[in-house]
């Protein structure tokens, strides 16, 4: 059994990790920790497991083998190296840290300690990633040449998502930083190595003026282009991808996927069967833990979106483009 802390509620995806380990045969929530003392200790309760507002003592407990990093983008760093040093298995939700340097510092700790370690990219583990990756290896689609993802929700114009989600401290940025990440990791999966990016972000409607409407586009080495969008502020139309080669596409609209290829000479078509979808993240980073299997979601993709997300930021503040 793997007994897991929870570092934080901040994040709110928190609950929901909560609630998949849980559900794990072989896994369970054994502690929580959180800087507010209050919302730890209420989720604590809730939970039905100790709260402990001292994060070295939480990390020393002889009931945890591993945490779950839901605490704020900013005290990543922080949090995750005391976790490395302390031995405790890492499964930690994206973006790993506001820069690359931070990343690194994390990965040296996590390498040195031996811990397993995963970040969360569920968009990776989705049926339609695996059958993108599966025809871009086959050469069905022939040169990619075009890529675009969009990634948004309404939590802004609908005033749905907490008001702390937009302390830029905290959070290190906005809809990119947050939902942005989606596509970029994406992209990069699908594209490799990414060469130079610009984007464009602005604010319309979230609190203490972060992006809550942004996009970037990025040229990777292949010469595929990507645009990446993202929002806190789309109602309708907020999942759409396309993927484009010189002898056919993927796209999908609201999660209806439609393929073209001049291999089958059969026009637009609706694929019969995807591939499976991959098991969730937590529970590849637990087969990990356990059975030693394989970890997809490592340190190096995280490195890589943060070198994505911090670029891209620089790129909007000094208007410019910033060369990889």
Not at 19 to 29: E, F, H, L, S, Y
Not at 64 to 93: K, Q, W
Not at 252 to 275: C, M, Q, T, Y
């Amino acid at each position: 059994m793997v007994n897991v802390l929870m570092l934080s509620k901040w994040h709110v995806h928190a609950d929901g990790y909560a609630k998949t380990i849980n559900a794990q045969p072989d896994a369970k929530v054994s502690c929580v920790w959180d800087d507010d003392v209050k919302r730890g200790g209420d989720w604590a309760k809730e939970l039905g497991v100790p709260f402990e507002p001292d994060l070295e003592k939480a990390l020393a407990r002889s009931d945890v083998d591993a945490v779950v990093v839901d605490a704020p983008t900013s005290d990543h760093r922080r949090v995750m190296i005391l976790a490395a040093n302390a031995g405790r298995h890492i499964f930690t939700e994206k973006a790993l840290a506001p820069t690359v340097e931070d990343c690194k510092a994390i990965a040296d700790a996590v390498r040195k300690s031996g811990v397993k370690f995963c970040i969360s990219h569920p968009h990776l583990t989705t049926s339609i990633a695996q059958y993108c990756r599966q025809a871009i290896d086959e050469g069905w689609l022939g040169k990619i040449h075009y890529m675009r993802m969009r990634t948004a929700h309404d939590g802004s114009v609908n005033a749905w998502l907490p008001e702390y989600w937009y302390d830029a401290q905290k959070a290190c940025g906005g809809a990119m930083m947050d939902l942005g990440c989606h596509p970029m990791y994406t992209a990069a999966y699908l594209l490799g190595k990414p060469k130079r990016i610009v984007s464009m972000f602005n604010n319309n409607y979230a609190p203490q003026s972060v992006d809550d409407n942004a996009v970037s586009v990025v040229e990777f080495e292949n010469k595929a282009i990507a645009v990446l969008e993202t929002s806190f502020i789309s109602p309708f139309q907020a999942q759409c991808f396309e993927l484009l080669g010189t002898e056919g596409a993927v796209t999908s609209v609201g999660g209806e996927v439609k393929v073209r290829s001049n291999r089958f000479k059969d026009g637009w078509f609706i694929p019969a069967k995807l591939p499976d979808p991959l098991d969730v993240s937590i529970r590849l980073w637990l087969d990990g833990i356990i059975k030693g299997s394989p970890i997809p979601f490592d340190l190096d993709k995280g490195i890589a979106l943060t070198e994505l997300l911090e670029n891209a930021y620089i790129s909007d503040k000094e208007q410019r483009i910033v060369v990889l």
